[in-house]
């Protein structure tokens, strides 16, 4: 079902806010763009897509969303060169995994072309609102909610498509502290990990609050099994170096796939970094921390890029990572932002001009 950006219908906002906002000192996804990109999936088809206004949207109190969940996200992000270029890193990898999470909510799968060309215009429509100095981007948030009314536990028959954007710094200042968690679950066995659906976001908050409480920032997931296997955190995939080896472990379906995740391994390994995709248990990054061998934990993801970890806790005793020069959380964090922001060559064909 292909789509031409001339039947897009634009509605161009009369007031922009864009002179309200400090663009250098922004957070993460705090503020929003003029215009939002929209799409109605109804009666079995989705139908013109539009680019309107960013405003509030109308909802039935019966719409299924807000009973039985169906609600699936994606998160990327548009760069701005110094030439003012703008580029979008490995699009279609998030358009396939919407699809991906869209197929196990029982939720319409969306058109590449209708994801694409809509994103495409939209940043046509937001470049302003583009951030190009050192560290921000254009946070950008394609999520797919269920429209469809009725209280009868089955899937709606109508959905709404936007993509949305925020202009955004950093998700976290400085480094962050994580709590490995030995009891809740982030996900199971043939569930939904793996996709990304936003109750999965929500069964980590009463858990991630109790973790904030004793000064931690973000929670390390275990299996939901043993608790003796390290999965992600929160935001983010989790990479470990024990002496000059990167380690992170296997996706399944209980770990969200991420697309920084494989783009650090093929950078590690075309730096000659050893990499290794293998289960890491509890025990042995504590073994490592205590013989001195663990030398970096960091997370890896859109929102956060590449965030160091400077301790973790477990079973109420705190390990401190050590305070490394040169380490490989700074270089590869250099070579990924240096690909997205168009600083240098893309040998892996990543960038795409928008
Ligand atoms: N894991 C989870 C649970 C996430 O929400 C994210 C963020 O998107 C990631 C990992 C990292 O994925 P990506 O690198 O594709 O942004
Ligand atoms: C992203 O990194 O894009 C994410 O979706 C993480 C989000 C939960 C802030």
Redesign the pocket.
């Known amino acids: 079902m292909a789509i031409h950006t001339e039947n897009i219908i634009v509605e161009k906002t009369k007031a922009s806010r864009i002179n309200s906002v400090d663009f250098s000192n922004l957070n993460f996804g705090s503020v929003f763009s003029d215009h939002m990109f929209v799409c109605d999936y109804e009666d079995g088809k989705w139908q013109t897509p539009k680019i309107v206004p960013y405003q509030p949207i109308t909802l039935e109190p019966s719409a299924k969303i807000f009973h039985y969940g169906q609600s699936i996200f ?3 992000k548009a760069y701005k060169d110094e030439e003012g270029s703008v580029f979008l890193f490995r699009p279609m ?2 358009i396939k ?1 919407m699809n991906i999470s869209a197929k196990r909510l029982a939720m319409p799968e969306i058109p590449e072309a209708y994801f694409m060309d809509g994103l495409k215009e939209l940043l046509k429509v937001e470049k302003d609102w583009i951030p190009s100095a050192k560290g921000s981007a254009l946070y950008i948030r394609p999520f797919m909610f269920a429209t469809g009314k009725g209280f009868h536990a089955s899937p709606a028959d109508s959905y709404k498509f936007i993509i949305a954007c925020a202009p955004s710094g950093a998700y976290f200042s400085g480094k962050v502290k994580v709590l490995i968690e030995e009891h809740y679950s ?1 996900s199971a066995n043939g569930g939904v ?1 793996f996709a ?1 659906a936003g109750g ?2 929500a069964g980590q908050f009463y858990p991630t609050q109790l973790a904030k409480d004793k000064g931690y920032q973000q929670v390390i997931w275990t299996d939901d099994n043993t608790h003796e296997y390290i999965e ?6 989790i990479f470990v170096r024990i002496n000059d080896t990167l380690l992170t472990v296997p996706t399944s379906d209980r ?9 650090i391994l093929a950078i590690a390994e075309a730096e000659g970094i050893t990499t290794e995709v293998r289960k890491i248990k509890v025990s042995e990054l504590i073994e490592a921390s205590e013989n001195g061998s663990l030398k970096e934990l960091f ?6 890029v590449i965030s160091p970890i400077s301790g973790f806790g477990y079973k109420n005793k705190d390990y401190e990572l050590p305070e490394l020069e040169n380490t490989y959380g700074e270089l590869l964090k250099k070579r990924i932002t240096d690909i997205q922001t168009n600083q240098t060559d893309d040998a892996f064909g990543w960038r795409v001009k928008v």
């Open positions: 994606e998160g990327m990898d998030n995994r982030r990990g990304k999965n976001y992600e955190a929160g935001a983010m995939n770990i969200l796939d991420g697309i920084t995740r494989k783009s997370g890896a993801g859109t929102a956060a």
